[in-house]
Nanobody, 128 residues
Framework: QLHLAESGGDLVHPGGSLNVTCTGS????????TAWFRQAPGKEREGIAC????????NYIDSVKGRFTISRDDAKDTVLLQMNSLKPEDTGVYYC?????????????????????WGQGVQVTVSS
């Protein structure tokens, strides 16, 4: 059975750092694109970072470029999102999701419906 689980959510101060981890089970991870999405209160869920099946393709939305880093460890089937210089607007529930095949290119963040496997989400709050 395929399963994704996020961990590492917390409350941090503005300017702080936090890592959230997506752990998969039952997957052949190098067959999948993995992405991080977040949903702020009252807003739609948005894609923020993705990494392709081989780890070569990596993309970020503009608002997190230079602050967030996505990486994967296929031996452990984990995908890490390192978040630095956090801002209050980064607050939200963070989800990891997977698509079978390549999807980390172009307007991938508009193709949320094509990510068919999702974790339960983890809360990240940036506040003083």
């Amino acid at each position: 059975q395929l399963h994704l689980a996020e961990s590492g959510g917390d409350l941090v101060h503005p300017g702080g750092s936090l890592n959230v981890t997506c752990t998969g089970s039952g997957f052949r991870p190098n067959f999948y694109t993995t992405a991080w999405f977040r949903q702020a209160p009252g807003k739609e869920r948005e894609g923020i970072a993705c990494i392709g099946p081989t780890g070569v393709a990596i993309n970020y939305i503009d608002s997190v470029k230079g602050r967030f880093t996505i990486s994967r460890d296929d031996a452990k089937d984990t995908v890490l999102l390192q978040m630095n210089s956090l801002k209050p607007e980064d607050t939200g529930v963070y989800y990891c999701a997977r698509h079978f095949g390549r999807l980390c290119a172009g307007y991938w963040y508009r193709r949320r419906h094509e990510f068919t496997l999702w974790g339960q989400g983890v809360q990240v709050t940036v506040s003083s």
